[in-house]
Every structure is written in structure tokens, then in C-alpha cells.
């Protein structure tokens, strides 16, 4: 069996999305803006990919949804654009965001830092949750925006989104979240909660990669990024990928439409699957799970190398991972442990498992059973190690087993 556990870093194109893409490769391959038939027969499918879209998150006629060419394009977009709008060409210097935010926002935010701007990272609770004190009392008159993640990728723990759009309204500061581990996984309804700007990629809701978009509330101002051909508007220039926005409409829907049964059904094999593994000793896992998307698991075995889970889960066909994706290859600690207050050796224990919902309970039973047998042989050789001590060549091993 081969089970995959990494649906917060990807997921599987739902089959029924890449039938409903198939006939816009070499059949309707039109360009929706040239103006023979080639390209206006693409105008009905184009349309009910839209209506897909705003329909699933509740958005108003009034609102733009543009796509993107996923979610770090958007977040880039709407930092560096409330930069030039509102710092460059207003009288704002600031923004706010979170230490745990995923690097298309930290970095885009460090980018910024070197052109002047001031950038407040703020931490989180022990949960790894923003607290709604915390945002308010670091927003000043010279806040431009405030950027934060709806839920994490690396913990799923949920961020008070509602409550914080609140606090921006009230002080008149453009409010981003970074939607992109919160559609599909909880219910996202965007007339609920006052959110300026939503970013989002259709591959974290078994859509194609390469596609997302960014939602802008009652189709602000926001200069573009990408300037071209005007398509979107002119808000986003460059061909529509016609296959991939089609692709997301349907993956929207089918991720969106029965959100509460298949969030209860993928939380069902989610709890069982952590009750069974914090039967292991000296085992955590960060957050509430009832303020967690209910697909996701950070746990953190004392004494087990996040790198060393990884390689034996792989060895029995399982793919999870230390974190984040784009991470993942560094072999720094895991920094969102780190914001939490794990010190340095609790922080490369972490090991995130997704689940989706296509997700087994034939396959959380396996991984419980596989998982299980890693820790013990994990724990083994540690043990091992430490009997033997220092003096048998030890050093050269610890090297291998250490390699931080
Ligand atoms: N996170 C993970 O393993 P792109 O790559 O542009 O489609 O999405 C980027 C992105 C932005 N925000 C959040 C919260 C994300 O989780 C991601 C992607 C993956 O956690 C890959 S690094």
C-alpha cells in the first residue's frame, strides 16, 4: 500500500476536474479575447468556471475574483501593490503580518523591508495562533495593511479571520488573508467576514497546479503586477490558461459544495489517526484540534528527527513531511515550532500529515501501524547510540545521525 499524507503541500487532481479540463487542450484551444468563434465558444465554459468560483466563496457581484497564476503571485501582488499605492504614492509605512506565515508572504515582506517599508511579524499564542489583542494593538495610522494567514499549512491551527477583519474595518486598514489552507478544508464565506483581499491555489483543493486567484473586495483599486495585454481588465495581463480556470471551477465546487460531511468525515480519520499516535510516550501535537483544519496533524515525538520519520515512512510508502513543502530540503527547524516556543531540538521533531478527502481508513490504519513501528526503531538506534557512547567511534556516528 502507498499512502499519501501530504495534502497541505499538494493534492491529487480529482479525476472529474481533468475530464472537465480535457477538451480545452486540443479541441476548444481558442484564445477567449480573440473575437471568432475559435475563441468566444470558450465564453460559456470561462463563465460557469466564474460562477464556480464566486459561488463557492460567497462572493458578492459587486467583488472581482482574478486569476492568478496561484497563491504566491497573489500574495505577492497585493503586498507589493498596497506598497506602491498606498507608501510609495500615499502617506502609509507600515504593514502587519505574522512570523508564520508561508515565505510567499515573509519573503515578499523582507523585500519590502529593503525598500523602507516597516514590517511588524507578529508572534502567535503556544497554539500558533494570532491573537486578536496582538493585531490590534500593533495597528497604528501609518498601517497600510495587515496580512494574515486564515489557517496555517504547517499546523492547520485556525486564525480568528473574523474577528481581525473586524478590527481593520473599524481602523480603516486593508486586511489580506492568505486563504490557501482554509478552502476546501472549512467553510469560507466571504459576505461572513470583512476580508479586503483573499489569495488562493486550486492545487491545495485537488485542482491543477500553476492556478489560483485573488479575491478583491468590491473590486478595489490595486495596481496590477503584471502588465500586458490587459486581460482581467487589465488587472492581471497574460492569456487566460483557459484548461486550468475551467479545472478550478469545478475542483471549487467539489471541494466547497459538501464542505460540513466531508469536513466531518476527513476529521473522523484525522482524530482517530492522532489519538492513535499520541498513544506513543513523549508525543504532542500543536493546537486545539477543534481550532484546526480538520485534516491536518503537527506531531512531535521527543527524541525522533523530524528527517529520519520521514526517510522510514518513506522506505513503507508513505509520504508526509517536516513542514512546509518549500522547506522542507533545508533541514533548518521547523519555524513555526519555533514561534510556538518549542526550543531547538523540539523543533526538528515535527512531522505534518494531511489528510484529504479521498484519504482511506485502510490507509490511516496502515500509517498508524507503519508509524508506530518507525518511532520504536527510531527510538531503538537512539537508545542504542547512547549506550555505546562517545567513546566506540560515537562521534562519527552522531554526525550521521545528527546532521544539524
Ligand atoms: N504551501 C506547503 O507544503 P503556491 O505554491 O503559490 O501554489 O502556494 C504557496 C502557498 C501560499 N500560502 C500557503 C499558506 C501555502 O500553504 C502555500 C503552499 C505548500 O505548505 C508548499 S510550500
Redesign the pocket.
Known amino acids: 500500500m502507498q499512502v499519501y499524507l501530504?495534502n497541505?503541500?499538494?493534492t491529487m487532481c480529482d479525476p472529474q476536474v481533468v475530464e472537465v479540463m480535457q477538451p480545452y487542450f486540443s479541441e476548444q484551444y481558442g484564445n477567449p479575447n480573440s473575437l471568432h468563434k475559435f475563441g468566444s465558444s470558450i465564453h460559456p465554459a470561462l463563465m460557469n468556471a466564474i460562477n464556480q468560483t464566486y459561488t463557492a466563496l460567497n462572493a458578492a457581484d459587486a467583488d472581482d475574483i482574478v486569476f492568478t497564476?496561484?497563491?504566491?503571485?497573489?500574495?505577492n501582488w497585493v503586498l507589493q501593490s498596497v506598497w506602491i499605492d498606498h507608501i510609495l504614492n500615499g502617506d502609509k509605512n507600515h504593514i502587519v503580518t505574522t512570523e508564520v506565515?508561508?515565505?510567499?508572504?515573509l519573503a515578499t515582506c523582507k523585500f519590502l523591508e529593503d525598500q523602507g517599508v516597516k514590517v511588524t511579524y507578529l508572534p502567535v499564542n503556544h497554539e500558533g495562533v494570532v491573537e486578536v489583542h496582538t493585531v490590534k494593538s500593533f495597528i497604528t495610522e501609518k498601517t497600510a495593511l495587515v496580512s494574515v494567514?486564515w489557517?496555517?499549512?504547517?499546523t492547520g491551527m485556525i486564525n480568528p479571520i473574523k474577528e481581525i477583519g473586524e478590527i481593520c474595518k473599524e481602523k480603516g486598514v486593508l486586511f489580506h488573508t492568505?486563504g490557501?489552507?482554509a478552502i476546501g478544508k472549512i467553510p469560507v464565506d466571504l459576505q461572513d467576514v470583512h476580508v479586503d483581499f483573499l489569495?488562493f491555489?486550486a492545487?491545495?483543493f485537488h485542482g491543477p497546479?500553476?492556478i489560483?486567484g485573488l479575491y478583491i473586495k468590491d473590486s478595489q483599486a490595486l495596481s496590477p503586477l503584471l502588465h500586458g495585454g490587459s486581460q482581467m481588465g487589465g488587472r492581471r495581463s497574460g492569456t487566460l490558461n483557459v484548461p486550468y480556470i475551467i479545472g478550478m471551477g469545478k475542483a471549487i465546487e467539489l471541494a466547497t459544495q459538501n464542505i460540513q460531511s466531508t469536513m466531518a468525515s476527513i476529521r473522523a480519520k484525522r482524530d482517530r489517526l492522532e489519538d492513535a499516535l499520541l498513544e506513543l510516550s513523549d508525543t504532542f501535537v500543536v493546537g486545539d484540534r477543534n481550532n484546526r483544519t480538520p485534516n491536518t496533524i503537527l506531531i512531535s515525538i521527543k527524541g525522533v528527527e523530524g528527517e529520519g520519520m520521514l526517510w522510514d515512512l518513506n522506505n513503507g510508502q508513505i509520504g508526509a513531511?517536516t513542514?512546509?513543502?518549500?522547506?522542507?530540503e533545508d533541514l533548518e527547524a521547523n519555524t513555526v515550532m519555533l514561534a510556538i516556543g518549542a526550543d531547538n531540538e523540539l523543533a526538528h521533531t515535527g512531522i505534518r500529515l494531511s489528510l484529504s478527502r479521498f484519504t482511506t481508513d485502510a490507509e490511516v490504519d496502515y500509517v498508524i501501524s507503519h508509524f508506530k513501528g518507525a518511532v520504536a526503531r527510531l527510538r531503538n538506534i537512539s537508545s542504542s547510540f547512547a549506550k555505546q557512547g562517545p567513546s566506540k567511534g560515537g562521534e562519527v556516528q552522531e554526525c550521521e545521525l545528527h546532521h544539524h
Open positions: 501530504d497541505n503541500a499538494t497564476s496561484g497563491a504566491t503571485e497573489s500574495n506565515e508561508h515565505p510567499a508572504i494567514m489557517a496555517s499549512n504547517e492568505d490557501v489552507q489569495s491555489s492545487h491545495k497546479k500553476g489560483g513531511s513542514g512546509s513543502a518549500c522547506a522542507s
